[in-house]
């Protein structure tokens, strides 16, 4: 569980009620035809630009920016480590059947075995690297989309709500109380943007490049164990992508 | 038929348009000498940027994104191995007639039969998909460009109506009627781009990179195919581009 | 000519000036002092930014831009293949004297003549490629510039405008048109760069990306040429440079 | 200590509490639920986007940009060219255990001492170059966000407040305290992102700058001591990453 | 002297100061405490950014800008071509005591005469260009972090008078006063980053830009130079780098 996007999330929005709760009935902030047209406004705007499975999968893929995936490069380096120590003293084939907990490590090691070259299976771990980048690329386009629509779907709904109140003004005690309206729509698609879209599209943005980052690493990791570095290349290379953090935290523990 | 595109672009207006009715008569929100500066005004600036054949051609290619074009890289995935294994036991040269659905790969099979060599052949099918980025990022920028004009168009329209309620005050109850007017074409504006141009524009793109990939996939088939690679290797190199749900899928078939 | 920029760049003032008359004496729109803090600043800035004769230079280049340059890769196509088939025949010295329309294209088969060396002719023909871009773009960061600048202008006059309004409101029947003589030079400022600057920008860029891609053709032609390709090899290496337009229009041709 | 930090800093906030302090009671400008609201709903946001970890950490790093670091370059060389000399003599291995300050080349020197090729060396050394790009990226990164929500935050509140006031017009004289006050949120959101965050941002993104060019410096060092360049040749490569100002007072020293 | 940054500098404050003049008393714009926070919070906000010694260059920078350095490649390319010549006539050792008037043609020649491998002149040459190429950057960020933190000073002035103005409406007619006053840090600040800060930034990129042009050509110079070209291979592959004009004039001198 991320408890800090979901901490964030409810805490932001919790702000934002209790401000409009302090000033008076919350109720005056409530309006569904405004709601409607900025939330429904954006979702549409958002269907002409993605496929329909797409807009249905990037709710799924919001759910998942509440799990936290954990990625633990030094736990990797040592596998690494140990994999390249046996292939070293046994062959390459004796690593056929080895527990490997990184599904990519363990991909990058089976090709190995199965006898293919080394620049082939680089090539391989390339393609699903970038493929997985761009995937993910595309999750989190959809949310920096419904992120720039949503203002703009508030603007459009003030604007209606400004053109209705101007062309009545017989009464003079409506016109606050209408224009409140008006602006409602506003602050919907700015809420919209910034408490719900754009931190999940930076979220996103960041879980990939630390994906990207582990799998880096297990590409390089399997680079060196199918050309038999030795151990000390071997931790030395890896070693240079681990934080100072990380790097002491391992100090620690040999 | 790209329903997703269909709903998403009668839905948004529908959002709008009942928004509009809601609040009193629609027609206060129809004005066509508005309408005229900021549609006709976004068409012109586009005719100073793009020659009239562009402009006429961006109408096609804005009805295009109605329309699904299907791209299955696992079917294509399946083709190119059969074609490498044809190829590997009866020669190259028995491909020549064989029934290749997708055009670019069986573009680059037709010069492998006709023995060019294959850095040439994948200069040639570079040289193609550049080509093909390059128009689909022209006809792209023509509407990112409205998108950006239509607001603008939008807002000069409303600072000329301002300036003329401005000039002519004597009459208070004209000042809020035509205030309104003069805010209609910054709502036609917002409409225009945040609606029908933006988002048209990103699916475009969208689209440009699906077939970017597509072509992207055959160009390593094609390259495969020539090296004589062998059926394990070229589908691990394929799959590698697949995403896992389509691999699961295609794991499902098999 | 290129219709097109004239058509969009007399239609969109045609409209703008339309919608001003309809709504009363156009006279109101007019004001010396705003147009020359928009105009004159906007120039000043640039002048701060450019020397003197590159401003000079961008009207030449502004009026360049309403003038149509035919670049036809179908017919350099042509020209190649011709070309090399006779360099092939006679040798390359036979090519001396040979009418090329193209001025790059035959500028590369001179320096072939002239006995230089593949790769110090590429080398040269891609130091004038990457020269012209740099002048040109050099000339559409002036007008972008321009573009930018108009708006903050015509924002500098309004505030002006506005100081002076407020610091003079005993008169409220002056309020008005003090106010609406404000706003005018915010519209000066967005005429200017929507209607005159951003969209000639934009059209010098598409310009600059035609003509650097009929180099490169030419590029590739020369290095073709001096290679002895055959005529087989290098029709499909130019070819998939055209579009499919091009491309069906040459094989009616044929 | 950064000095110009810290008064710039102070000097920001004393310019603007001034100018508060000039108009009136500088108490008009505090309001607790206006601070909670765009503060809050900033570090809400900068939650949903990152690992409560990294909004801890970002504030020692916050703190770490008072603190100057020194990199000097001309030291640097110094030391690189004595190594290098006494490599030439006497040997790598005669480098074990020598004295060298700045870290990163002391590395270097050490995976030399152990005996590793120059290419995995370099390697090792890119990669952690690139880690601490990657996390001063990330730190920075943090800032810009915190930056960009601030304001967004801010115009929240103040559409909230101006919602209010807007529905409860009875009393005229509270119309105008009231707008002040929905206005401190967008005013809160100005300082917090021109003052605190943005230009924080950006002395991190300098200091990024500044350390890879160290580290850069070092690798290039490394390089040319394994290499065995002779001190004339050295000195010139190095000299070329000076500025004219340290080449002036190096050659002062000497 | 470089006169048109002169002229527009001045000639946009007088355009400025005369539209000012022109609606009544000048004075009316003037404030001593709006332009303190203007200018003073954006100098503090550049403080936080960089060192004290940066802000105080920038200012050394800017008035760099208004005089012209002359670039004449026409020059340096008879230069090299002359010093090509008399090195394959007498050897590279001949140059030595040469009068070279460009300093970075010069150093480079040195360097061949000190008898250094092209490669390592290369790369040298290159780290010196990249050394000039980040700190003229580093000159630029500053006036550009300047021009984008003026308007956001102007908008915090404003706001803070906004707020003084609302909480004390008792007398009307001190509204409209205040409220001039208030816009008065939203005009300094557009005047300050429109005028002084963004041109002059523009500027400083051009002129990088020059330079680095001009020093590319003496690096493909020294090159030809140690690798004995040939003249008319040297005049062609520099004469790549000239303008037509420059070329037209060159061939009129001939």
């Known amino acids: 569980m991320d408890l800090a996007t979901l901490i964030g999330l409810l805490g932001g929005l919790g702000l934002i009620v209790g401000s409009m709760a302090l000033g008076g009935p919350i109720m005056a902030f409530f309006n569904v035809p405004g ?12 269907l002409i630009n993605e496929s329909m499975g797409q807009v249905i999968g990037a709710i799924k893929v919001y759910l998942q920016a509440f799990f936290e995936k954990k990625a633990d490069p030094t736990e990797l380096i040592e596998k690494v480590v140990d994999l390249a120590a046996k292939a070293r003293k046994e062959g390459l084939v004796s690593l056929e059947g080895e527990d490997i907990p990184d599904p990519f490590l363990a991909r990058g ?3 190995g075995v199965d006898g293919l070259a080394p620049e082939i299976i680089n090539e391989i771990l390339a393609g699903e690297l970038d493929t997985m980048k761009k995937r993910h690329t595309r999750g989190q386009t959809v949310f920096r989309f419904m992120g720039s629509t949503a203002p703009a779907m508030g603007m459009i709904g003030t604007l209606i709500g400004l053109v209705q109140m101007l062309q009545n003004m017989s009464d003079p005690a409506a016109i606050g ?28 943005e960041q879980r990939t490049k630390q994906e990207v980052a582990q799998k880096s690493l297990a590409m390089i990791g399997v680079e060196s164990i199918l050309k038999g570095d030795n151990s000390m290349v071997i931790q ?10 990380q790097r002491a935290a391992k100090a620690e523990d040999a």
Chains 1, 2, 3, 4, 5 share one sequence.
């Open 35 to 46: 709601l409607l047209i900025v939330l429904g406004g954006t979702i549409m705007a958002t």
């Open 236 to 245: 030395s290379k890896l070693d240079a992508y681990l934080s100072p953090e």
């Open 177 to 204: 109380p209408s224009m409140a309206v008006a602006l409602l729509t506003t602050l919907y698609g700015a809420i919209l943007a910034f408490v719900l879209f754009q931190p999940i599209a930076s979220k996103l």
């Open 109 to 111: 090691v089976q090709l």
